[in-house]
Nanobody
Framework: QVQLVESGGGLVQPGGSLRLSCAASRSIFSTKSIGWYRQAPGKERELVAL???????NYADSVKGRFTISRDNAKNMVYLRMNSLKPEDTAVYYCNAVFFGYANAYWGQGTQVTVSS
């Protein structure tokens, strides 16, 4: 079983920044993909940003140019740097990982991000 633990959420004013962290309980070197999703109240969970095994990144159009995903394989960590935050970024942010050889994707418990003045 793989554990993913997110941290770094909180309350921030519009235009502010946050960095989310996701700690994995096993090596992330063998991930097919790892990244972040979010779910706002009353909405479906959506992709925010992913890194695949080749190091390519994929971002939702709504966050391009503002958010940056990165990974540290040595520390089994994935980060999401969020700049120029908007109220519409308010959501619970979830870490997600898909490992080679495993049928299921793994999810963290989520961290709340609230953007409000």
């Amino acid at each position: 079983q793989v554990q993913l633990v997110e941290s770094g959420g909180g309350l921030v004013q519009p235009g502010g920044s946050l960095r989310l962290s996701c700690a994995a309980s096993r090596s992330i070197f063998s991930t097919k993909s790892i990244g972040w999703y979010r779910q706002a109240p009353g909405k479906e969970r959506e992709l925010v940003a992913l890194i695949n095994s080749g190091g390519s990144t994929n971002y939702a159009d709504s966050v391009k140019g503002r958010f940056t995903i990165s990974r540290d394989n040595a520390k089994n960590m994935v980060y999401l740097r969020m700049n120029s935050l908007k109220p519409e970024d308010t959501a619970v942010y979830y870490c997600n990982a898909v490992f080679f050889g495993y049928a299921n994707a793994y999810w963290g418990q989520g961290t709340q991000v609230t953007v409000s003045s």
